[in-house]
């Protein structure tokens, strides 16, 4: 437990404080609705119903501000490609964008939920206060707006209705939402909830005038009260994502427009390729390049590299930069060790990939630095005819499958042999792990990592890192 909190130790606190920012801004609004003078004679016909309502739509403000921007892939390249502050633990922070994208979801549902079972409530409420069996001061309150010069406080202006077909009867009073004095629809929706003015508040003290409602009209020290709408201000929560987003698609559809110019083809063994020149109907849109988890690994002394499957993929072209790193002389690299596994269950799939694994392996031993990069390909499925034929060309010096001299695994890696192995060979080391391939492997990999990070900070520690593809 210990080590899980160590290495997820920012990603709690970003959690958190997302959770404690939703909670300050509901109990600041609800407590503010709650004992606002200006909505006092709101809250005689609505009750607690209005707080509710309102805390969570300012609940529901912040997240919508919020979700566009994990989904925005060019903000998020330009923060890992360009901010020194923005490596390390803050990196994969940047690679759980999509996990938080759908955390602020569920926080929008959820306050969405509240808003709207609120208003149901503020619209019972509203519809009971134009009732022959209202009496007193909601009484008061629901009539006005009926003479001239008086404004509303109640949208709802008659109990009787018409029910909508099919409509419940309970809420048939929906369609007495009427726009009184030529409201628009705008208007409506922006004002349903209603407080008294600056102006009535300095001439009618709602804390004295309520128990003297009956004399509104007569009193001087109570004139008639009167009353507004807010002005509509969820917009300027999500304008300035919006925008970055609206960036975003256009960054996206100029890149789609550019012309991609093929300029080398491989030939791989099993393949067909068309000849040069014959893309006349080939429609080909490159978008990126994106930032990636897999891109940190440069930032470890050792990394562990896991693929299953298709997952593979964006491993090959981190593989391809570290051979061409490793050919430049004058780069030095950070990274000095990497342990690369591959989990498949085609023998087919090992093919255009030998190639590259044998490229990188040749150059290595050319350079003397044949250690640098340690790879295990397991094979979870085989016939009979592979099997015999494995068994038969065992004893050669390269691998039957792949053509490498590391022989290939069959069945799957025992992950406490291999993290407990390189845990040993790698002591008081930054291990950074990545993975790409199916749910279920990436749980055993965190808690594998969690398992053999040391207590001690100045032990070797495993940082997981998942890599969406």
């Given at each position: 437990m210990g ?21 300050y ?38 997240n ?26 803050w ?12 955390l ?18 503020n619209?019972?409420?509203?519809h009971?206060?134009?009732?022959p ?18 404004s509303?406080?109640?949208?709802i ?8 077909p ?13 726009c009184?004095?030529k ?35 007569a ?17 300027k ?87 061409y ?17 591959w ?24 350079r ?8 295990h ?11 015999i ?13 792949t ?13 406490n ?6 845990a ?30 040391s ?15």
């Amino acid at each position: 437990m210990g080590c899980w909190i160590l290495n997820e130790s920012l990603s709690i606190i970003l959690v958190l404080s997302w959770l404690g920012m939703n909670l300050y801004l509901f109990i600041d609004t609800f407590c503010w609705y709650e004992k606002e003078e200006s909505f006092l004679y709101t809250r005689v016909i609505l009750g607690s119903a209005l707080a509710w309502a309102r805390a969570s739509a300012v609940c529901l403000n912040f997240n919508c501000m919020l979700i566009l921007l994990p989904i925005s892939r060019n903000l998020i390249s330009f923060l890992r490609g360009t901010s020194t502050c923005c490596r390390g633990l803050w990196s994969r922070q940047l690679d759980k964008n999509l996990q938080f994208h759908k955390l602020v979801a569920y926080g929008i549902a959820v306050n969405a939920t509240i808003h709207v079972v609120a208003h149901l409530f503020n619209l019972e409420r509203y519809h009971w206060g134009q009732s022959p069996d209202a009496e007193g001061l909601t009484a008061a309150l629901s009539k006005l707006g009926s003479a001239p010069n008086e404004s509303y406080l109640n949208p709802i202006r008659t109990y009787s209705t018409v029910s909508l077909p099919r409509a419940p009867a309970r809420f048939s009073h929906l369609k007495t939402l009427p726009c009184p004095h030529k409201q628009n629809a705008k208007s409506l929706f922006g004002r349903i909830v209603r407080g008294q003015t600056p102006e009535s508040l300095s001439q009618h003290n709602a804390t004295f005038c309520r128990d003297h409602y009956a004399k509104w009209q007569a009193a001087a020290q109570c004139p008639v009260p009167q009353f507004s709408g807010k002005e509509l201000s969820a917009w300027k929560w999500v304008l300035g994502p919006v925008v970055l987003y609206v960036c975003e698609r256009i960054i996206r559809f100029w890149r789609f427009q550019q012309e991609v110019v093929i300029t080398k083809e491989e030939k791989r063994k099993g393949s067909e390729y068309a000849l040069p020149g014959s893309y006349s109907n080939l429609r080909l849109a490159v978008d990126g390049p994106f930032g990636a988890a897999i891109t940190d690994v440069f930032h470890y002394p050792v990394g562990m590299c896991i693929a299953a499957g298709i997952g593979v993929t964006p491993f090959a072209a981190l593989l391809k930069s570290i051979r061409y790193q490793c050919c430049e002389p004058q780069t030095k690299l950070k990274l000095s060790k990497v342990y690369f596994y591959w989990i498949c269950r085609d023998a087919r799939a090992f093919e255009w990939f030998a190639d590259l694994l044998l490229s990188l392996e040749t150059q290595m031993s050319e350079r003397g630095n044949a250690h640098f990069l340690s790879y295990h390909i397991f094979l979870t499925g085989w016939d009979e005819n592979q099997a015999i034929h494995i068994a038969l060309h065992w004893d050669e010096k390269t691998d039957v499958i792949t053509g490498l001299k590391q022989k290939t695994f069959y069945g799957r890696p025992n992950w406490n042999n291999e993290f407990r192995q390189i845990a040993y060979n790698h002591p008081s080391s930054s291990i950074g792990v990545f993975f790409c391939g199916p749910k279920a492997l990436s749980k055993t990999l965190q808690k594998m990592c969690r398992l053999y990070s040391s207590a001690d900070p100045r032990g070797v520690q495993f940082y997981y890192n998942k890599e969406s593809f």
